[in-house]
């Protein structure tokens, strides 16, 4: 919302779907923008009694929005983690928009309850067990600002190397990332099944589970939003929570504890993680280019 008079115009149109899809008149009298990362502009809409969280972008993001309301819906429906409710997606005045319940967040529960961080790790355990009969998911959605392909099929390793690490080699090599890193990915991608012979189920996964995407409630329950749904190895997200760090180490022992990794997690961690690590190369530039190619090197090392 950059203008004053067009961010009216769109705080009034988005203020009528909302109200719609709550179920009760909402006429937006103030717009407090916030912190919405590098992607989205973000806001919160209030009426003086009801608030609501609204993400914008250009009007060709809606496809993104809906995709992530969809995600959130799935996530809510297993009951576990606390999600934000979606409400609505579409656009008003040329921008694309999604509105869901805001929550207030504040700091991570005192360490010394013991509540908090474990209480997320059951959590997420008890969600990883929301499995499904494939690989992927029933669309497509967004990893960041990159598109992610979901197309589901019965083989994790195959999926894992087509609609992962190839998908993000590819925009690699196209925005000139070619050499080292595309030779090091085709002798990694042609051994990829010796490295995820461990049999996982199809567990319905966040996605994109770093430290930035889980935070507390003021009453101390956890909220994780900003997901990239689909169902994998529940491994997957356990990777990259550990990336950038912040969780708190009850989070891991409860998580074990509901059900254990089994063995060999070290080395598919890297694997995991090497997803996302291309996903910034291509996101954010070549800072990233010499941690891929680390996490390559061991991996090959593996199949030494």
């Known amino acids: 919302m950059a203008r004053p008079t067009e961010s009216v115009q769109v705080a009034a149109k988005i203020g009528e779907e909302i109200g719609r899809a709550a179920g009760h008149p909402f006429g937006p009298v103030e717009v407090?923008?916030?912190?919405?990362?590098?992607?989205?502009?973000?806001?919160?809409?209030?009426?003086?009694?009801?608030?609501?969280?609204?993400?914008?972008?250009?009007?060709?993001?809606?496809?993104?929005?809906?995709?992530?309301?969809?995600?959130?819906?799935?996530?809510?429906?297993?009951?576990?983690?606390?999600?934000?409710?979606?409400?609505?997606?579409?656009?008003?005045?040329?921008?694309?928009?999604?509105?869901?319940?805001?929550?207030?967040?504040?700091?991570?529960?005192?360490?010394?309850?013991?509540?908090?961080?474990?209480?997320?790790?059951?959590?997420?355990?008890?969600?990883?067990?929301?499995?499904?009969?494939?690989?992927?998911?029933?669309?497509?959605?967004?990893?960041?600002?990159?598109?992610?392909?979901?197309?589901?099929?019965?083989?994790?390793a195959r999926f894992w190397a087509e609609r992962r690490l190839d998908f993000q080699l590819g925009l690699a090599r196209r925005n000139g990332y070619g050499g080292a890193l595309q030779r090091m990915g085709e002798t990694l991608l042609g051994s990829l099944s010796g490295l995820l012979d461990h049999g996982p189920v199809a567990s319905l996964l966040h996605g994109d589970l770093w430290g930035g995407n889980l935070a507390f409630a003021r009453d101390g329950e956890a909220v994780i939003y900003d997901p990239a749904v689909y169902y994998g190895d529940r491994e997957a997200d356990l990777a990259m929570t550990e990336l950038f760090g912040g969780f708190g180490a009850e989070f891991y022992a409860a998580y074990r504890e509901a059900w254990p990794v089994p063995s060999g997690y070290a080395v598919r961690k890297d694997l995991y993680n090497l997803y996302h690590v291309l996903n910034h190369l291509n996101l954010f530039g070549g800072g990233y280019l010499g941690q891929a190619q680390a996490l390559m090197g061991r991996l090959l090392a593996e199949l030494r």
């Open 32 to 156: 407090r923008s916030v912190g919405g990362g590098c992607i989205n502009a973000a806001s919160v809409l209030s009426d003086g009694v009801h608030r609501y969280f609204v993400k914008l972008n250009r009007a060709e993001g809606l496809p993104m929005f809906e995709a992530e309301a969809a995600g959130l819906a799935k996530l809510a429906e297993s009951r576990t983690l606390r999600v934000p409710r979606p409400l609505c997606t579409g656009v008003a005045a040329g921008h694309a928009y999604l509105a869901m319940e805001y929550i207030a967040l504040g700091g991570p529960p005192p360490k010394s309850t013991g509540g908090g961080w474990a209480k997320a790790g059951r959590l997420l355990a008890t969600l990883h067990r929301s499995t499904w009969g494939q690989f992927g998911w029933v669309r497509d959605n967004t990893i960041g600002a990159t598109p992610q392909p979901n197309g589901p099929g019965p083989d994790w």
